[in-house]
């Protein structure tokens, strides 16, 4: 009698715990999308002073009102692709960019590092959206940024309408 009762307590604990094994191999297909600290920290001032270095694009309505800026690596062929985001590839771009991005007093940005296989360095984002930025892990080499359309709002004491 006491074996059936445990035998059934085990199947029903593994039923309820195969969602969540499933759910790993999930987020698996996604980036880790981390505060810019530890390996790879930085900062943006030395990615802008480096700016070469990275395929930077934008996402937000225009240069002055960005929702996002990534920062794509040029290391090992690996690569972020997107289909939204527009390319930047002026230094006076980028400036004017990074300038409306730290005007918005309500939601200041944060740069964020964006790991894949193993802690692999992709890039950085540096955005206040980050409920928003989300990273599809298409191969080993590539990364999908989904589009960040619009930045925080902050729509004052009484709240949306």
């Known amino acids: 009698m006491h074996i059936k009762k445990y035998f059934g307590r085990m199947l029903l604990l593994s039923f309820l715990t ?3 094994i499933q759910g790993c191999a999930f987020f698996d ?5 981390w ?3 530890g390996q790879y920290g930085t900062d943006v001032k030395d990615l802008i002073a480096h700016w070469q270095d990275y395929n930077i694009s934008y996402a937000g309505l225009s240069i002055e009102n960005p929702s996002a800026l990534l920062f794509d690596t040029k ?3 690996r690569s972020i692709t997107y289909e939204k985001w527009v390319p930047v590839t002026d230094e006076n771009v980028l400036m004017t960019i990074v300038k409306w991005l730290d005007a918005n007093v309500n939601f200041p940005p944060t740069l964020y590092k964006i790991t894949a296989n193993n802690d692999q360095l992709f890039g950085y984002i540096y955005t206040s ?3 928003q930025a989300v990273m599809k892990k ?3 080499k590539t990364l999908f940024a ?3 359309p619009l930045p925080p709002i902050d ?3 009484g709240g949306r309408s």
């Open 18 to 20: 195969l969602p969540f």
């Open 29 to 33: 297909n996604y980036a880790r999308i």
């Open 35 to 37: 505060v810019a600290s």
């Open 75 to 77: 290391i090992d062929g």
């Open 129 to 131: 959206a980050m409920s």
């Open 138 to 140: 298409i191969d080993d």
């Open 146 to 148: 989904e589009d960040i």
């Open 155 to 157: 729509y004052g004491p």
